[in-house]
């Protein structure tokens, strides 16, 4: 039986690029040329991928990219987006959870929770991790976003994603957080791209800093940077507070 995140994005790609939070990808790219010091000679994967908005921006500007999803609707569409502006990027479909790559990547991409923290078991989730430390070369950077578990003990994620969410995109109810195990229980309510409505369970774990910083250490990154995660303005001087629904994270082996 498909996993929630499975059925979710079978069919989705289309209005996937219309949901609030995937709207700041030229942002989010100027940040990541930053963090290589615009070298076109580095080499990037693109983890979780989705629809290439990232991997195809980066292309655009001239790094070599190779981006993985689970998802073949998903990538179709961000193949069609890479031919239509004459970009050259090494679409695969892969399992984050069983990648193939050894220290090949200079810098590897996870952003808008692609792959992680999606997976149903905390074990699931550090295995891609390891795997994203494992494509790295010794001197590489991981740069990536997951939910911040600070938010949910002093708000409500259900509001939170009322108050962002937009005509036609997806809508979240039922939502249960448990302390002891930090995710996020919740049902999502979607039209596919045939229009086809569904209501799937929806599972997502939630991290604290220290968490992260631990199972990152545990992979031999010498230093992690955690932060505010600020929709198509990532900074390192945004502090990551309790306001934050997503944390940004930057890890250097």
Known sequence: MAQW?????????????????????????????????????????????????????????????TGVDLSDSMLERARTKARDLGVSIDFQRQDARTLPFSREFDLAIMLCEGAFPLMETDEMNYRILANAAAALRPDGKLIFTTLNGLFPLFHSVKDFLASKTQDGNATYGANSFDLMTFRD??????????????????????YVPSEISWLLGSLGFGHVSIHGAELGAFSRTKTLTTEDFEMLVIAEL
Do not use: M, P
């Not at 209005?15 to 010091?37: A, L």
């Open 5 to 65: 995140y499975e059925a979710l994005f079978a069919n989705y790609a289309e209005h996937y690029e219309g949901e609030n939070f995937v709207q700041g990808t030229v942002g989010e790219c100027d940040f990541i040329e930053k963090e290589i010091d615009g070298d076109r000679r580095r080499r990037i994967l693109d983890i979780g991928c989705g629809t290439g908005r990232h991997s195809v921006e980066l292309a655009r500007r001239g790094y070599d990219v």
């Open 185 to 206: 229980r919740s049902t999502v309510s979607v039209e596919d791209d045939s229009g086809n409505k569904q209501e799937l369970n929806c599972d997502e774990r939630y």
